[in-house]
């Protein structure tokens, strides 16, 4: 029963994996050649910056997943990139050093 259990949780965490490299990076969305004038902004920053450490193993492997949009509207699309790149790689640690520091 816990073996089925787990192997649905890494089924759920797979199929969320593919969900989020739908909108990675790097995508058609963005190409100036089939959308010209379309750039990713301020809302489309902070989801590439939440999904970061995924982009990253992934461009590690697929040369077409970058892990940030050269086609951006520019400090919008910066400013959203960095509060959630923050949020996705400070979150974790602040939550244990907040815990130890209670102890």
Same mark, same amino acid.
């Given at each position: 029963?816990?073996?089925?259990?787990?192997? &649905?949780?890494?089924?759920?965490?797979?199929?969320?994996?593919?969900?989020?490299?739908?909108?990675?990076?790097?995508?058609?969305?963005?190409?100036? /050649?089939?959308?010209?004038?379309? @750039? =990713?902004?301020?809302? =489309?920053?902070?989801?590439?910056?939440?999904?970061?450490?995924?982009?990253?193993?992934?461009?590690?492997?697929?040369? @077409?997943?970058?892990?940030?949009?050269?086609?951006?509207?520019?400090?919008?699309?910066?400013?959203? &990139?960095?509060?959630?790149?923050?949020?996705?790689?400070?979150?974790?640690?602040? %939550?244990?050093?907040?815990?130890? %520091? @209670? /102890?």
């Amino acid at each position: 029963m816990l073996a089925k259990k787990h192997l &649905f949780v890494v089924g759920l965490i797979l199929l969320a994996g593919l969900i989020i490299l739908n909108c990675a990076p790097g995508n058609y969305r963005w190409n100036q /050649e089939i959308n010209p004038g379309n @750039k =990713a902004g301020f809302w =489309a920053g902070i989801w590439h910056g939440l999904i970061i450490v995924i982009t990253f193993i992934i461009s590690l492997f697929n040369k @077409k997943v970058g892990i940030y949009e050269v086609n951006n509207a520019g400090w919008s699309y910066n400013l959203g &990139f960095l509060l959630g790149l923050c949020f996705s790689l400070l979150a974790p640690w602040q %939550k244990k050093y907040l815990r130890r %520091k @209670k /102890e």
